[in-house]
């Protein structure tokens, strides 16, 4: 069969990558052998859901209705947690076999929390219990933190866990209607087990919130245990295969050795010995917040690679102002199309070089934590605080952006687009509303300064807030901003001056306008939050010129670099981001700087306006992983868009009975015709 146009346009593209896609694809995924091996599981789920074949309609866009949708969810999520238990390649443990984070699942959480708390939280002696009975799929878990009432802020949780010394147990209840657990993945009718996160109380004393092993559901018959009302929350914006669910408690008891007490434990006698420091329990979040961040990689590189294939082989307009011109061109040659689809796709990889980042810095953690040494605890938890912020919603930013990109047909359903958008914009909110991330690590930021200013140590990674250059100008021009070292320098000198103004200004207000610390604090907020996004900006970049660095392909370093540079110099001179003002603000930055940033930017497009195929390539996606009928590798478009919407139940319905929606007609279209 000929090509079509599309996918003659997209062979032209894809030959023109001066690199080799696959050998990016092994960085992504940390190793041929690790990506062959995860693209083999991903083949061997795609067979076994009967998704393989890309020409047939996904079962997603069959118009769904909420049960169905369930089902479908957990038709996948078996197939997904029966390859971790059977096989434990891990790979499913943050992701579905489409990229979504594993909560798209209603198992999602099993590995992901339950079993991940287990290993942080648990004694020993708990852990030969219950890990083997979680690692076998005997029990599936959930993890029930959020409330109605209360989602970011810990310690406004409501659900109790009462001692009872005479039986030697706790009771757990859900003392008002805005305890109750409400939004876990899971609970509403997948899930047998639950760690429940309430208030340990001991004669009337309130020691804070503490997790607890909470069996949910009945292993004979799935009914809830006496005393648990369960439940779905109903549909959601996206991810709704999933059964997030709302549970209740009254009075429920569970043995005290129910209680994971690897760092805060109660002795038979109802004594309370705490956790070393406070925040050990932060474990679990912060583990999560980097699967969050490593996940939106990978979701905001599927929809910048949906859209650049569109808009590669999407032929409309052209650039001349002589009416009599009609020749159209691919509209990604457009600068405000690739300008924009570059720029996050440089992004998607900046994300993913931060979570590789994050992810050392997490495993730096628990191999001190096994040591006794818990001194790491706080930069690893305002990292992944401040780094899931800034991934989730550049990521949902980005992922808008692409549906944009593909003009109507990014609308459709059929595009994979809103489905993706969706599903990315709940992530902002998810373990932890952004600004209240940022705010942490703002909070911590601020205590740096405050320790520096008095010639006190900070964390290792924080002694960059000693090298300042306030009251300087940057000093370098054309190409000394392609140089790694001056892009630092440029982000660090404004992470150090918005962290060293926030403590002038909370000291000042609190100490002239006689503020208290709450009320001066929530005065300077925004400058606060935009310190916190500068610190993680330069620990993104960071990662970034590190990891092009390592790479010694010399065709591969180069595209690499421009990605790096596009990233790093559209985030100094782009109006449509947050946080550039700071960079111009206290004239480090000229105005006939930025013109040779600018000049940059457009020679870094240029650069990589030819690698576009070749990146969208690089992420390894399978058709069928992008459920996209305008994002497929071949390019051919518009026949695969037309025989998907053929496909459609209600179009397959109407053809039988010569295109006509019989009950519409004689219910609706037939009375307004009779009486014209």
Same mark, same amino acid.
Not at 359 to 369: I, L
Not at 438 to 463: E, F, H, M, N, W
């Given at each position: 069969?000929?090509?079509?146009?599309?996918?003659?346009?997209?062979? *032209?593209?894809?030959?023109?990558?001066?690199?080799?896609?696959?050998?990016?694809?092994?960085?992504?995924?940390?190793?041929?052998?690790?990506?062959?091996?995860?693209?083999?599981?991903?083949?061997? +789920?795609?067979?076994?859901?009967?998704?393989?074949?890309?020409?047939?309609?996904?079962?997603?866009?069959?118009?769904?209705?909420?049960?169905?949708?369930?089902?479908?969810?957990?038709?996948?999520?078996?197939?997904?947690?029966?390859?971790?238990?059977?096989?434990?390649?891990?790979?499913?443990?943050?992701?579905?076999?489409?990229?979504?984070?594993?909560?798209?699942?209603?198992?999602?959480?099993?590995?992901?929390?339950?079993?991940?708390?287990?290993?942080?939280?648990?004694?020993?002696?708990?852990?030969?219990?219950?890990?083997?009975?979680?690692?076998?799929?005997?029990?599936?878990?959930?993890?029930?933190?959020?409330?109605?009432?209360?989602?970011?802020?810990?310690?406004?949780?409501?659900?109790?866990?009462?001692?009872?010394?005479?039986?030697?147990?706790?009771?757990?209840?859900?003392?008002?209607?805005?305890?109750?657990?409400?939004?876990?993945?899971?609970?509403?009718?997948?899930?047998?087990?639950?760690? +429940?996160?309430?208030?340990?109380?001991?004669?009337?004393?309130?020691?804070?919130?503490?997790?607890?092993?909470?069996?949910?559901?009945?292993?004979?018959?799935?009914?809830?245990?006496? #005393?648990?009302? @369960?439940?779905?929350?109903?549909?959601?914006?996206?991810?709704?295969? *999933?059964?997030?669910?709302?549970?209740?408690?009254?009075?429920?008891?569970?043995?005290?050795?129910?209680?994971?007490?690897?760092?805060?434990?109660?002795?038979?006698?109802?004594?309370?010995?705490?956790?070393?420091?406070?925040? $050990?329990?932060?474990?679990?979040?912060?583990?999560?917040?980097?699967?969050?961040?490593?996940?939106?990689?990978?979701?905001?590189?599927?929809?910048?690679?949906?859209?650049?294939?569109?808009?590669?082989?999407?032929?409309?307009?052209?650039?001349?102002?002589?009416?009599?011109?009609?020749?159209?061109?691919?509209?990604?040659?457009?600068?405000?199309?690739?300008?924009? $689809? @570059?720029?996050?796709?440089?992004?998607?990889?900046?994300?993913?070089?931060?979570?590789?980042?994050?992810?050392?810095?997490?495993?730096?953690?628990?191999?001190?934590?096994?040591?006794?040494?818990?001194?790491?605890?706080?930069?690893?938890?305002?990292?992944?605080?401040?780094?899931?912020?800034?991934?989730?919603?550049?990521?949902?930013?980005?992922?808008?952006?692409?549906?944009?990109?593909?003009?109507?047909? #990014?609308?459709?359903?059929?595009?994979?687009?809103?489905?993706?958008?969706?599903? +990315?914009?709940?992530?902002?909110?998810?373990?932890?509303?952004?600004?209240?991330?940022?705010?942490?690590?703002?909070?911590?930021?601020?205590?740096?300064?405050?320790?520096?200013?008095?010639?006190?140590?900070?964390?290792?990674?924080?002694?960059?807030?000693?090298?300042?250059?306030?009251?300087?100008?940057?000093?370098?021009?054309?190409?000394?901003?392609?140089?790694?070292?001056?892009?630092?320098?440029?982000?660090?000198?404004?992470?150090?001056?918005?962290?060293?103004?926030?403590?002038?200004?909370?000291?000042?207000?609190?100490?002239?306008?006689?503020?208290?610390?709450?009320?001066?604090?929530?005065?300077?907020?925004?400058?606060?939050?935009?310190?916190?996004?500068?610190?993680?900006?330069?620990?993104?970049?960071?990662?970034?010129?590190?990891? +092009?660095?390592?790479?010694?392909?010399?065709?591969?370093?180069?595209?690499?670099?421009?990605?790096?540079?596009?990233?790093?110099?559209?985030?100094?001179?782009?109006?449509?981001?947050?946080?550039? $003002?700071?960079?111009?603000?206290?004239?480090?930055?000229?105005?006939?700087?930025?013109?040779?940033?600018?000049?940059?930017?457009?020679?870094?497009?240029?650069?990589?306006?030819?690698?576009?195929?070749?990146?969208?390539? *690089?992420?390894?996606?399978?058709?069928?992983?992008?459920?996209?009928?305008?994002?497929?590798?071949?390019?051919?478009?518009?026949?695969?868009?037309?025989?998907?919407?053929?496909? @459609?139940?209600?179009?397959?319905?109407?053809?039988?009975?010569?295109?006509?929606?019989?009950?519409?007609?004689?219910?609706?279209?037939?009375?307004?015709?009779?009486?014209?």
């Amino acid at each position: 069969m000929p090509l079509t146009r599309q996918q003659k346009l997209m062979q *032209a593209a894809r030959l023109k990558a001066s690199f080799e896609p696959l050998d990016l694809t092994y960085i992504i995924y940390d190793g041929k052998e690790d990506f062959e091996s995860r693209a083999l599981v991903r083949s061997r +789920v795609e067979q076994r859901l009967g998704e393989a074949d890309s020409t047939k309609l996904p079962y997603i866009y069959e118009g769904l209705d909420r049960k169905s949708l369930y089902h479908h969810g957990l038709k996948f999520g078996q197939a997904l947690l029966e390859e971790e238990i059977v096989c434990h390649h891990g790979y499913f443990d943050q992701s579905t076999h489409h990229y979504n984070l594993a909560i798209a699942s209603p198992f999602g959480l099993h590995f992901t929390m339950f079993t991940k708390t287990l290993k942080l939280q648990a004694t020993p002696e708990q852990l030969a219990y219950w890990l083997p009975l979680a690692q076998s799929g005997k029990i599936i878990g959930a993890y029930c933190q959020t409330e109605l009432g209360h989602g970011t802020f810990l310690r406004g949780l409501e659900t109790t866990a009462t001692f009872d010394r005479q039986t030697d147990e706790f009771i757990i209840h859900s003392p008002t209607i805005t305890s109750t657990k409400y939004w876990p993945g899971g609970i509403g009718y997948s899930t047998s087990h639950a760690i +429940v996160i309430a208030r340990l109380v001991i004669d009337k004393t309130d020691y804070g919130v503490h997790p607890f092993m909470v069996q949910l559901r009945s292993l004979d018959d799935f009914r809830p245990i006496p #005393g648990i009302e @369960l439940g779905e929350i109903g549909a959601t914006m996206g991810l709704n295969s *999933a059964d997030n669910g709302y549970a209740v408690f009254t009075h429920v008891r569970i043995p005290r050795h129910q209680m994971m007490m690897r760092n805060a434990s109660v002795s038979r006698d109802g004594v309370y010995t705490k956790a070393p420091i406070d925040k $050990l329990s932060y474990g679990t979040m912060i583990y999560t917040r980097n699967l969050i961040v490593h996940t939106m990689a990978f979701q905001l590189a599927q929809a910048v690679a949906i859209a650049i294939r569109y808009s590669v082989v999407r032929e409309q307009g052209n650039l001349s102002f002589d009416s009599q011109v009609s020749n159209e061109m691919s509209i990604f040659s457009f600068k405000s199309q690739h300008y924009r $689809l @570059l720029t996050s796709m440089a992004r998607a990889f900046a994300i993913l070089f931060a979570s590789k980042s994050c992810r050392t810095v997490y495993q730096d953690m628990v191999t001190r934590q096994s040591k006794g040494d818990h001194s790491a605890l706080p930069y690893g938890h305002i990292t992944t605080a401040a780094l899931k912020a800034w991934a989730t919603q550049n990521a949902a930013d980005g992922a808008e952006d692409a549906r944009k990109c593909c003009g109507g047909h #990014g609308y459709s359903l059929l595009s994979g687009l809103p489905n993706l958008s969706a599903d +990315v914009a709940s992530m902002t909110t998810l373990d932890g509303e952004n600004y209240v991330m940022y705010q942490q690590t703002a909070r911590y930021l601020v205590k740096c300064v405050a320790a520096i200013s008095d010639g006190k140590p900070v964390d290792p990674s924080l002694d960059y807030l000693r090298i300042s250059t306030l009251g300087t100008r940057c000093n370098s021009h054309g190409p000394d901003f392609l140089t790694p070292d001056v892009q630092l320098s440029i982000f660090r000198h404004r992470a150090v001056r918005l962290a060293f103004e926030c403590h002038k200004l909370l000291a000042n207000s609190i100490k002239y306008d006689g503020m208290s610390s709450d009320a001066a604090w929530n005065l300077h907020m925004m400058s606060l939050l935009a310190a916190a996004r500068a610190h993680i900006e330069y620990f993104v970049l960071k990662s970034f010129v590190d990891q +092009v660095a390592s790479i010694s392909d010399i065709s591969l370093h180069n595209v690499a670099k421009h990605l790096c540079d596009l990233f790093a110099l559209s985030t100094i001179e782009s109006p449509f981001l947050i946080g550039s $003002l700071g960079f111009f603000e206290d004239s480090y930055i000229t105005t006939m700087q930025l013109e040779d940033i600018r000049g940059h930017v457009n020679r870094s497009l240029s650069a990589l306006f030819p690698e576009a195929i070749g990146l969208t390539d *690089a992420w390894g996606f399978s058709d069928t992983g992008l459920c996209s009928a305008i994002g497929q590798k071949d390019g051919n478009v518009y026949e695969t868009l037309m025989s998907w919407t053929r496909q @459609l139940p209600s179009n397959k319905t109407c053809t039988e009975t010569d295109s006509i929606d019989q009950e519409g007609f004689r219910r609706y279209i037939q009375p307004i015709i009779a009486k014209l």
